[in-house]
Structures are given as C-alpha cells and as structure tokens.
C-alpha cells in the first residue's frame, strides 16, 4: 500500500515509517517543518483549514498520528480550543478530504485517556468513554466525528488506545524514572500495589502496521498493551535489571506518598505512580490474531541500551 503517515518525525511516527518500509509498504511521511526525512511533505501546522491537495488521491491509506499532546502546565486561556484545534478539527479536515480523494482506510492514535484516568478494574472497548482532561476530550469529540464521517462516506476508520508507550528515544517522566534507576537512588515505591499498562514501541507500530492491513480491522476500534499490566514496584524492578542493577525500592505506605504530593504540588503525579490504569486488549488478538512481537522484557532492554 502507499500509506500517508503525518507526525512522521515523531517518537512514534520515525518508528512506524521505518517499520511500514520493511514490510513493502511505499510511505509518504507528513511533517510540519520539513526535516530532512526522505521523502517528507511538509504541510505546516494543521488544523481544521489545511489543504491536502494532491497529497492524498494516489494513496490506499494514512496512518493518523499527529497530535496535540498532554501538556501538563498549560498556560493558554483555553487550552482545549488549542487541543479541539489540533486534535479534533484537523483530524476530521483530514479524513473528509480522505475520503473524497479515495482512501480507503484511515487508522487514528487516540488515547486510553478517553476511557477514563484509572480505575482498579481493566478498561474495555466496550466501556462508556470517560475523558477528562482537554486533551482526552479532543480525542474523543474526533472519535465521534471519525465515526460520522464513515457512515456518510463509507472511509474505514480504526481507532487505537494506547497507554503509555516506550522505547528507544522515550522522554518525559519515562525517561526520568531510566536516569533516577541508573543512578541508583532509592525510590518510595516499595509499597505501592496497582497496575498499569504499557506499551512498547515496536509493538505499537506492528499493531498499526496490522490495523492498516487487515480487513477485518475496518471500522474497530482497539485497546493495546504489551501483553500484561505492571505494578510500579515491578516496573522498576524490569528497568534496573535490564540496566544490570539492582532496585533500590523503600516501602513507603501509600497514604504518606499521597499527603507528600499534596503539600508539594504534585497530587496529580503521585496518583499516576500509585493509582491502576490497566486495559483488556484481547479484541485485537481476538479480531486480528495479533499478538506482541515483543515482550515487556525485551522492550526494556531496547530502551536502556538506546540511552
């Protein structure tokens, strides 16, 4: 297939041109600025006005990955018109044109944040959506709107829920926890009894790479994990022994994490570290009989050696 895929200078977006290439696929990677990537259409910021022109007719499918993402100090007036801007305008503006120009199929990276922040229980398709941020609600009103344009065009649409994904080149608070295990500091964490999924890298591309593939992937719409949830004790524990060392974890009880968050300003960022948010994705097995060609273990190690 010859498959446009915007965000393509992205964590993920350089990973899934690279993988799409390897499997016979002819890419057109969409960037903002140009960059220097072979190949690459810059298209400037995108939004609900943008112009695709001849960009799409010749091609069978986009793979949807530029986004808005999660800011977590925004300082805008109103941030959710920023994310709507992006993450729900653009999107919709896109697969209309798609559609018009003859696609056949469009796979969106949503978030697992539209179901919800967490719970104890595993999240589902099936589950009532929840978003509650900005950036979630975008997702989810582009969802919605995704949906819609199918129906009145006949565009096959697939929408992936991903949780946190890692790999080689992984930044933001993933990052800090690889640098604060290889120094070896101790950590609070010994305590903490959740669960949480992950996704890694490779296999988040593979999953798309399926989803833009098979038939059977039209008009779905798919949660993704690695296989099994973590607890955040277990995660570090997977990090320091991909690193060769071992994890200094102290068993602080939760209840005094969370009144330290409180007093410091970080209530949010202890409650991710503490709190469950976890996901059943047998419906991609299931539908597609896709399963991770890597393992949680195997992610690690890629990660750590890419510092």
Not at 165 to 183: E, H, I
Not at 240 to 261: K, T
Not at 282 to 303: C, D, Q
């Amino acid at each position: 297939m010859r498959v446009l895929v915007t965000g393509a200078n992205g964590f993920v977006g350089r990973a899934l041109c690279d993988h799409l290439a390897e499997d016979g696929h002819i890419v057109v990677p969409v960037v903002r600025r140009a960059c220097g990537l072979s190949g690459e259409v810059a298209v400037g910021d995108m939004n609900g006005g943008t112009v695709w022109g001849g960009k799409l007719p010749a091609c069978d499918a986009v793979a949807h990955l530029a986004a808005r993402v999660h800011v977590m100090s925004d300082t805008s007036d109103n941030p959710l018109a920023l994310y709507r801007a992006t993450n729900t305008a653009a999107t919709l503006n896109l697969a209309r044109q798609a559609a018009q120009a003859g696609v056949k199929r469009f796979v969106f990276v949503s978030s697992v944040k539209v179901n919800g922040e967490g719970r104890d229980a595993p999240y589902r398709e099936t589950d009532p959506p929840a978003p509650e941020d900005d950036y979630a609600i975008s997702k989810w009103e582009a969802e919605q709107g995704l949906q819609q344009i199918a129906r009145e065009t006949g565009l096959e649409i697939v929408v992936l829920r991903p949780p946190l994904v890692y790999g080689p080149g992984v930044k933001a608070n993933f990052r800090r926890l690889l640098d604060t295990v290889a120094r070896g500091w101790p950590l609070p964490l010994g305590a903490i009894r959740n669960r949480r999924s992950l996704l890694y890298l490779g296999n988040f591309v593979d999953a798309i790479r399926v989803c833009l593939e098979h038939p059977a992937a039209a008009g779905q719409t798919f949660l993704l994990d690695d296989g099994r949830p973590v607890s955040t004790p277990e995660l570090v524990r997977a990090v320091a022994h991909a690193m060769g060392r071992p994890a200094h974890l102290l068993p602080v009880p939760v209840g005094v994490l969370a009144f330290a968050g409180a007093l410091l300003g970080r209530r949010a960022a202890v409650a991710r570290l503490t709190g469950s948010l976890h996901v059943d994705s047998s419906a991609i097995r299931t539908r597609l009989g896709w399963t991770p060609p890597y393992s949680m273990e195997a992610g690690l190690a890629a990660t750590v050696a890419a510092r």
